[in-house]
């Protein structure tokens, strides 16, 4: 996780969870909250937090969609975020989404799979906030996985800057390279953060800002970046 070089001091406003029973989250906090003196990190870190208990106390087969719900129910911070929450189960990743965070599935060096940003339009995602019941407006996924998978876990920092194939291939190579999904990790958000700041060249996001008219705009967005990236690996334990 980097933060914006602004954000730095507080911790930036993405948040995530990991646990050791398959369990995955990430969530960006809206910034403009900021304008009303409120932290945006805080909601994102406390929806992340609640979901981290839930399944470290839940049934290991616990549905995303519920766990997310009840995660957003009990959050008592302001603000606002988008959300990912996803599960390993099996072969099967479930997983539940609002907004512009997303996953990649990536096999033998392609991409297969990949969630859809939910938008109302350009720069202006999908969001959960304090009080609100997402259940309604969650999309949801169940990918059947194969030995070898890799899932790249992230918000719009990551999506934003580099695309597909990029990651892809950053994955691919690393493979080949021996790195481990942690360093893996590193790698992509360091190679995001490097994109956001750059004023030059092509990006997800100048792509999707010269198809709305700002046809002027080059470069990579300077933002927070939040990634997590998952190696399936057959469980050989009886």
Same mark, same amino acid.
């Given at each position: 996780m980097?933060?914006?070089?602004?954000?730095?001091?507080? !911790?930036?406003?993405?948040?995530?969870?990991?646990?050791?029973?398959?369990?995955?989250?990430?969530?960006?906090?809206?910034?403009?909250?900021?304008?009303?003196? @409120?932290?945006? !990190? %805080?909601?994102?870190?406390?929806?992340?937090?609640?979901?981290?208990?839930?399944?470290? *106390?839940?049934?290991? $087969?616990?549905?995303?969609?519920?766990?997310?719900?009840m995660?957003?129910?009990?959050?008592?911070?302001?603000?606002? $975020?988008?959300?990912?929450?996803?599960? /390993?189960?099996?072969?099967?990743?479930?997983? #539940?989404?609002?907004g512009?965070?997303?996953f990649? #599935?990536i096999?033998?060096?392609? #991409?297969?799979?990949? $969630?859809?940003?939910?938008?109302?339009?350009?720069?202006?995602?999908?969001?959960? *906030?304090?009080?609100?019941?997402?259940?309604?407006?969650? *999309?949801s996924y169940? @990918?059947?996985?194969?030995?070898?998978? #890799?899932?790249?876990?992230?918000?719009?920092?990551?999506?934003?800057?580099?695309?597909?194939?990029? @990651?892809?291939?950053?994955?691919?190579? $690393? %493979?080949q390279?021996?790195?481990g999904?942690? *360093?893996?990790a590193?790698? /992509?958000?360091?190679?995001?953060?490097?994109?956001?700041k750059?004023?030059?060249?092509?990006?997800?996001?100048?792509?999707?800002?010269?198809?709305?008219?700002?046809?002027?705009y080059?470069?990579?967005?300077?933002?927070?970046?939040?990634?997590?990236?998952?190696?399936?690996?057959?469980?050989?334990?009886?």
């Open positions: 980097l933060p914006h070089p602004t954000k730095a001091s507080t !911790g930036g406003e993405d948040a995530y969870f990991v646990t050791r029973n398959n369990w995955v989250g990430v969530a960006d906090g809206v910034g403009q909250w900021a304008l009303e003196g @409120i932290n945006s !990190g %805080l909601y994102a870190q406390e929806l992340m937090e609640n979901c981290r208990k839930l399944v470290s *106390e839940e049934s290991p $087969s616990a549905d995303p969609r519920q766990v997310l719900v995660s957003a129910m009990e959050a008592k911070s302001a603000g606002s $975020s988008t959300v990912l929450v996803a599960s /390993l189960i099996g072969q099967t990743l479930h997983v #539940v989404n609002l512009d965070s997303g990649i #599935v096999r033998g060096g392609s #991409v297969i799979v990949k $969630s859809s940003p939910m938008t109302h339009g350009f720069n202006f995602p999908y969001q959960i *906030e304090r009080g609100d019941d997402p259940s309604l407006l969650l *999309e169940d @990918i059947t996985l194969n030995d070898g998978d #890799v899932i790249v876990t992230a918000t719009d920092g990551l999506f934003d800057n580099l695309y597909d194939h990029e @990651i892809a291939s950053i994955i691919q190579n $690393s %493979l390279s021996g790195l999904p942690k *360093e893996m590193t790698l /992509l958000a360091e190679k995001a953060h490097e994109r956001g750059s004023t030059s060249g092509s990006s997800p996001f100048s792509d999707a800002a010269r198809a709305v008219g700002y046809n002027t080059i470069g990579g967005k300077l933002d927070d970046v939040t990634v997590i990236v998952s190696l399936v690996k057959v469980n050989t334990k009886e």
